[in-house]
């Protein structure tokens, strides 16, 4: 039998632990979903992992000053799932992102709408879209999101 100080800390360390794995993997909670902000710059690295695909993106500021962008997007699995030919994600070529920024850091953002190199362009409409559409057997289609 656990003495009541041991019941506590298992508590403890559970409720913990949920709120870290909440935390991490909430886009509204972490990214502001009523601002939009756009950036055009050259890729410099790309890695497909879970939770989140990273984009890595140097980007020219008004004033000639380099900005480093960490933008998150979908796993390597929602991503091929909604169609996106990852091969045409290639560091060195320039994208321009439309992303939710970050609550709390600067040049961190969330992506939305990417449009490639060679013009074709990705929307994430979130992942309530994309559930609808896996279980009706259509493919997710969508506008660039209102909020």
């Not at 003495?3 to 506590?8: F, G, Q, V």
């Not at 756009?38 to 497909?48: E, K, P, Q």
């Not at 290639?90 to 994208?95: K, P, S, Y």
Request: net charge negative; with cysteine; proline share 3%.
């Amino acid at each position: 039998m656990l003495r009541p100080a041991d019941r506590i800390f298992i508590v403890g360390a559970l409720g913990l632990a949920a709120q870290s794995g909440v935390a991490h993997h909430s886009v509204s909670g972490n990214f502001d979903r009523d601002a939009r902000h756009d950036i055009t710059g050259t890729l410099t690295a790309f890695h497909l992992r879970n939770p989140h695909s990273h984009l890595e993106l140097d980007v020219v500021e008004d004033d000639g000053t380099v900005s480093h962008w960490l933008v998150e997007w979908g796993t390597r699995n929602d991503l091929i799932r909604r169609g996106v030919d990852l091969d045409s994600v290639r560091v060195g070529d320039e994208l321009t992102i439309t992303l939710i920024p970050s609550r709390r850091l600067e040049h961190v953002g969330y992506a939305r709408v990417l449009t490639l190199a060679d013009g074709t362009v990705v929307r994430d409409c979130g992942f309530a879209a994309f559930r609808e559409a896996l279980l009706a057997g259509t493919e997710v289609e969508c506008e660039e999101p209102d909020r």
